[in-house]
């Protein structure tokens, strides 16, 4: 293998991933659970990523050098911390206990069938957040963390996020056939590009593989969920345009839409 | 009517979502559901299969002889392809 090849083995996660933040006094008192998230938590991480974790405490983090991200919540924000150690980025971000029920609040059944759009219900950042439940890496209060992880499981999150997914992808295909039509080819190629994302983002959703938000783990969660519908090969050849034909993308466009309706027909929605 | 070279294929552009194990098509108050030997039909119409070889499928699955079944499979797929759903590659070849 040449050294442009090689692959650069991730540094070993810390014996003790909770001694940094004590060291800077960066864990509360009243932290009810810690848990690593993000690639690290999945196995997926590099020698550049990050190490993310979130502390769930009862009270509201202020210090003088937190930052805040803001939220459609109470409190409306966020706050983390970000620091460095043997060259990696560690942030540290605090979820009030409340917020965390807030969020679990808004995906139940009778929120899922009172007709609201299933894209509106949680945004993007709630929606990762909630969906880390599923794949992190507990350091403090399992209980509480398994104990949430159940509601999520119980709750509507699986639907909502797997409904919404197949609308994008309807909505994508729509556009991809009406450009077709009209004879802007270039557009309709993008088109079924989105189309297939979400179809497929819906079929791993539907498997409990979520992250739509983070697209370059994409394949990552395909491994991980390993569907029936569509073979790891089929994903990646049509994710990478291998069949794609610049001078009539036509049969390309049309078989990508085929192939979004085949996992349209086979994700069961509630 | 003939249910020898007529290709069906599910239209594309047309929501479908499984729903308690049937599909629905269409996602406004038009919609229409289908279960059992409607939803196998509706699956088997990939652009490949011919209308005989729906039939032959549909009478595997239910113990049946193709001959049994190929009539009513005919008027099903003439019927979701009036409702455009269902598109045909091939029509009748020139007798």
């Known amino acids: 293998m040449s050294a442009r090849n090689a692959v650069v083995a991730p540094a ?15 864990l509360p008192d009243d932290a009810v659970a810690a848990f690593v998230v993000g690639s690290v938590a999945r196995g997926w991480e590099n020698s550049r990523s990050d190490f993310d974790i979130y502390v769930v405490t009862t009270e509201e983090w202020r210090t003088e050098t937190s930052s805040d991200t803001l939220m459609p919540l109470d409190p409306p924000r966020v706050r983390s911390e970000v620091f460095y150690e043997n060259s ?3 942030e540290v971000t605090y979820w009030l206990e409340s917020q965390i029920d807030q969020m679990l609040a808004k995906i139940t059944w009778e929120r899922y069938t009172s007709g609201v759009f299933a894209g509106e219900i ?27 992880y159940e509601v999520l499981k119980q709750s509507a999150f699986r639907s909502i996020v797997v409904v919404r997914s197949l609308g994008f992808a309807d909505d994508a295909a729509e556009d991809a056939l009406g450009q077709l039509e009209s004879g802007h080819l270039e557009s309709a190629v993008l088109s079924a ?11 791993l959703e539907s498997a409990g593989e979520y992250g739509s938000h983070m697209p370059k783990w994409r394949p990552n969660r395909f491994r991980a969920a390993a569907p029936e519908v569509l073979s790891f ?10 069949g794609l034909d610049p001078d009539d993308p036509r049969p390309w466009v049309r078989s990508v839409l085929t192939t979004c309706q085949d996992i349209a027909m086979r994700v069961e929605t509630s | ?22 599909l629905v098509l269409g996602v406004d108050a038009e919609g229409m559901e289908l279960a059992d030997v409607a939803k196998l039909i509706y699956e088997s119409a990939d652009g ?45 070849s020139p007798r």
């Open chain 1, 12 to 26: 070993p996660h810390p014996a003790d991933w909770l001694a940094p933040l004590r060291a800077r006094d960066l």
């Open chain 1, 88 to 90: 990696r980025r560690w």
């Open chain 1, 122 to 148: 949680l945004s993007p950042r709630e929606e990762t957040t909630l969906a880390r439940l599923a794949h992190c890496l507990p350091l403090l209060g399992i209980e509480w963390i398994e104990a949430k």
């Open chain 1, 193 to 203: 590009r989105r189309a297939l994302s979400h179809a497929v983002d819906a079929l």
């Open chain 1, 233 to 242: 090969e089929r994903y990646w050849e049509l994710e990478t345009m291998r």
């Open chain 2, 1 to 22: 009517m003939t249910s020898g070279p007529r290709v069906p294929r599910r239209a594309l552009g047309v929501r479908v979502r499984l729903v308690a194990g049937n």
């Open chain 2, 48 to 92: 490949r299969n011919s209308v005989s070889d729906i039939a032959g499928i549909v009478a595997a699955e239910y113990g049946a002889e193709p001959e049994e079944v190929g009539e009513d499979v005919t008027e099903f797929l003439d019927e979701l392809a009036a409702s455009g759903v269902v598109e045909w590659v091939t029509e009748e």
